[in-house]
Nanobody
Framework: VRLVESGGGLVQPGGSLRLSCAAS????????MSWYRQTPGKERELVAT????????DYADSVKGRFTIFRDNEKNTLYLQMNSLKPEDTAVYHC????????WGQGIQVTVSS
């Protein structure tokens, strides 16, 4: 099983980024997928979750209305569209799923700063 994030980087406040997570080694189309983020000294935060077919999406209150989670089951890829970014969105973002145990990608840095 492999989860590989991409698309992070440095962006100014108010800007946008789209993260991608390429999945392999399991049946992606049947997996509930999530994005988490973590900053030093803080607990890992669940950002968003999407059901296997994409019909249900849940968000942390801190990102509602700004972030959108979506997926392409043909491409085995999970996405996180992040708009109106704030400095407090700065974190390492991980995609994740549960396959008997919770699995994590290596993470990708997102820095929101002027």
């Amino acid at each position: 099983v492999r989860l590989v994030e991409s698309g992070g980087g440095l962006v100014q406040p108010g800007g946008s980024l789209r993260l991608s997570c390429a999945a392999s080694g399991f049946t992606f189309s049947s997996a509930v997928m999530s994005w988490y983020r973590q900053t030093p000294g803080k607990e890992r935060e669940l950002v968003a979750t999407i059901s296997s077919a994409g019909g249900r999406r849940d968000y942390a209150d801190s990102v509602k209305g700004r972030f959108t989670i979506f997926r392409d089951n043909e491409k085995n890829t999970l996405y996180l569209q992040m708009n109106s970014l704030k400095p407090e969105d700065t974190a390492v973002y991980h995609c994740s799923t549960v396959r008997v145990i919770r699995l994590w990608g290596q993470g990708i840095q997102v820095t929101v700063s002027s």
